[in-house]
């Protein structure tokens, strides 16, 4: 199984950002499918995730409010969308997979199986 994210680059503060997470080798049907970001300095961060099958959605507290997780059936692929871009969302973002995953370890990076690459996203003040 490999993960490809992508979407990352240069953002204006305020504006949006929508990132993918593709996969291939494996559908995502069953998976449950993370976003996470680290910036320099700091530890890995959840951002948001959704279980496949259901759509069930998490998110981190602090980003609900401008983020949404989504799936795309036909591409196979995970969307994540930040709008109202601050400086401080400057950061790598990972996407993850796992499809054993249980729901009390969904938040957590060490649980999921399977990484892509990171994409960067520079958010400009």
């Known amino acids: 199984v490999q993960l490809q994210a992508s979407g990352g680059g240069l953002v204006q503060a305020g504006g949006s950002l929508r990132l993918s997470c593709a996969a291939s080798?494996?559908?995502?049907?069953?998976?449950?499918v993370a976003w996470f970001r680290q910036a320099p300095g700091n530890e890995r961060e959840f951002v948001a995730a959704?279980?496949?099958?259901?759509?069930?959605?998490w998110y981190a507290d602090s980003l609900k409010p401008r983020v949404t997780i989504s799936r795309d059936n036909a591409k196979n692929t995970v969307i994540l969308q930040i709008n109202s871009v601050k400086p401080e969302d400057t950061a790598v973002y990972y996407c993850?997979?796992?499809?054993?995953?249980?729901?009390?370890?969904?938040?957590?990076?060490?649980?999921?199986?399977?990484w892509g690459q990171g994409t960067q996203v520079t958010v400009s003040s």
């Open positions: 080798g494996r559908a995502f049907s069953e998976a449950t």
């Open positions: 993850a997979a796992d499809w054993s995953l249980i729901v009390s370890s969904v938040r957590n990076a060490p649980d999921y199986d399977y």
């Open positions: 959704i279980r496949w099958s259901s759509r069930t959605t």
